[in-house]
């Protein structure tokens, strides 16, 4: 049973004097069976019998509370397991979790600014690094898990502005070219849908494209493709033979009614606005990324690099390290960020499909500031509906092709839903908004909602964690992990408490203008 209230309480009697009573509120959690079958202390969430009034009641600590929540968590003597830290009733008690239902059943790490969920998330990855065949990759949005280094560790950067003329994927910058979108992807980013030629647009531009891919598939020898490729086949083409295409169509004429004249042809004057937004994309050095890759990123076979890269697990490498990649987005313009993220996480959903289920090694996404782009609400056709539609589908099926998922949010309440409703782990740490808190009451189990309102009042590092990896709601304090992420917190009246003269605003300046970090030696 756990203790779910505390008060005091006075109460009279006619003959005698006050009485002061302590009164605990208990919820029975299950039943311990010592042996059932060939098995020993196993738990069930079911009540087979129920305390007599009188009956003795004991505390578990130390060793005892280790041992039993390793049978909560079913977790052996000699598995790997999962080390949050310790129990914060008892510090003498370890805090395990059952590392294959962790990640089986998704999980979810949430927690206002400067709970420590970066912290959390930080001890977790070292978990996983240390194991002999990792595979697992961060989407860190901001940079926070740069410090994080070790063999257990592979860092990559989405290329800047100042990466576009020398990074190559074996010095961990990416590229993600254009021919990697899909066809959702690609109306997102190029093609107005208020414009009244939207559909037209769509039309002509879809089929430009699969006329370049055609092209490129006769001209590099790999005709055993042809009878079958889509618009979504990841195929190299020619971005500008899709916009000699579209200009072509654009300024056609053809015969009109009387012998000897012309009249505009039928998209005539109809595909401007698609071509300049095209173009205006082409020459941005912001997306260089996208459109502006190295000679290598247009080879048919760059792709299983790619794959190899991000997907391999640990001894499929070929340092046979950095089974952890972490993946900074912090370049990538926020407009587009959504497309990014969702891009990565379709080929490796897809690539993961299309293996077959005995080669098939599972792999764990850590989506950092998920809120930013799984958002609960979302335009029709956005880049948000493209990212929150393979999120969903990542939730919903992973499990089956080996994908895990682990949510991590300062902003619950703007996570979408459906994709939280199939996370059955939490790691909930301090929450102060009400809204936040509504949305963490709700994935606890029946039951056990009033544990919600511990949220607010946790401690800096301490976390309420629940799921199917530890099916009871315990209370634990994170291990400090050995190397800490960059959160970017600044002590505002340490550093104004200083007469330092900091300047350097010219080299930001400058910055802002290129669109890539500039040094500020």
């Not at 254009?178 to 980013?189: H, N, P």
């Not at 086949?233 to 200009?247: R, T």
């Not at 109809?270 to 997306?287: A, G, P, V």
Request: aromatic share 8%; charged share 20%.
């Amino acid at each position: 049973m756990f203790i779910t209230s505390f008060g005091e309480q006075n109460i009279t009697y006619s003959c005698c004097s006050n009485f002061l009573i302590h009164l605990f509120k208990i919820a029975l959690i299950g039943t311990l069976i010592d042996r059932l079958g060939v098995r020993e202390n196993v738990f069930h969430r079911t009540l087979e019998t129920v305390p007599e009034i009188d009956a003795n009641c004991f505390s578990l600590e130390g060793e005892r509370l280790t041992n039993f929540m390793r049978v909560i968590a079913n977790i052996s003597g000699y598995s790997q397991k999962l080390s949050l830290g310790h129990y914060t009733l008892d510090e003498a008690a370890d805090a395990y979790l059952n590392g294959n239902k962790f990640f089986q059943r998704h999980a979810v790490i949430v927690g206002s600014t400067g709970s420590g969920k970066s912290w959390t998330t930080a001890r977790v990855l070292e978990q996983v690094a240390g194991l002999k065949n990792a595979n697992a990759i961060v989407f860190d949005i901001h940079g926070e898990y740069s410090p994080l280094k070790g063999d257990g560790f592979n860092h990559y950067k989405i290329a800047g502005p100042n990466d576009l003329e020398s990074g190559k994927l074996d010095k961990g910058i990416l590229f993600l070219p254009y021919w990697l979108l899909g066809y959702e992807a690609m109306t997102s980013m190029f093609v107005d849908r208020s414009d009244q030629n939207a559909p037209n647009q769509t039309m002509i531009m879809s089929r430009a494209i699969v006329n370049a891919k055609r092209t490129y598939l006769e001209s590099t020898g790999h005709t055993e493709i042809l009878a079958n490729f889509t618009i979504d086949s990841p195929i190299p083409f020619c971005i500008n033979q899709v916009i000699q295409e579209l200009h072509s169509l654009n300024t056609e004429m053809v015969a009109g009614v009387r012998a000897g004249t012309e009249k505009a042809g039928e998209f005539n004057g109809k595909l401007s606005r698609l071509i300049q937004r095209l173009e205006n994309k082409l020459t941005d050095r912001r997306l260089g990324f996208i459109f502006k890759g190295t000679e290598e990123t247009m080879c048919f076979e760059w792709l299983e690099k790619l794959v190899i890269s991000l997907i391999a697990g640990t001894k499929d490498q070929l340092s046979e390290t950095g089974g952890v990649k972490i993946i900074d987005f912090s370049e990538v313009p926020s407009d587009i960020l959504p497309l990014i993220v969702s891009l990565v996480a379709r080929i490796i959903f897809f690539v993961q499909q299309w293996t077959e289920s005995s080669y098939r090694h599972p792999i764990a996404i850590f989506c950092d500031e998920a809120h930013l782009y799984i958002p609960e609400r979302h335009q029709s056709g956005s880049a948000n509906e493209i990212s929150v539609e393979i999120f969903e589908r990542i939730a919903k099926e992973g499990r089956k092709y080996g994908v895990g998922l682990v949510v991590i949010s300062q902003r619950p309440s703007e996570v979408n839903r459906t994709v939280l409703s199939q996370c059955n782990n939490l790691i909930a740490m301090r929450l102060t908004n009400g809204d936040d808190q509504a949305v963490v009451r709700r994935l606890l189990p029946d039951g056990l909602g009033s544990f919600g309102d511990l949220l607010p009042v946790l401690d800096t590092g301490e976390a309420l964690v629940v799921g199917d990896a530890s099916l009871l709601p315990t209370r634990i304090r994170i291990s400090e992990p050995s190397q800490r992420p960059n959160s970017g917190t600044v002590d505002f009246w340490e550093k104004w408490s200083t007469d330092l003269s900091i300047g350097k605003h010219n080299i930001a300046v400058d910055g802002w203008r290129k669109q890539t970090m500039q040094e500020f030696n």
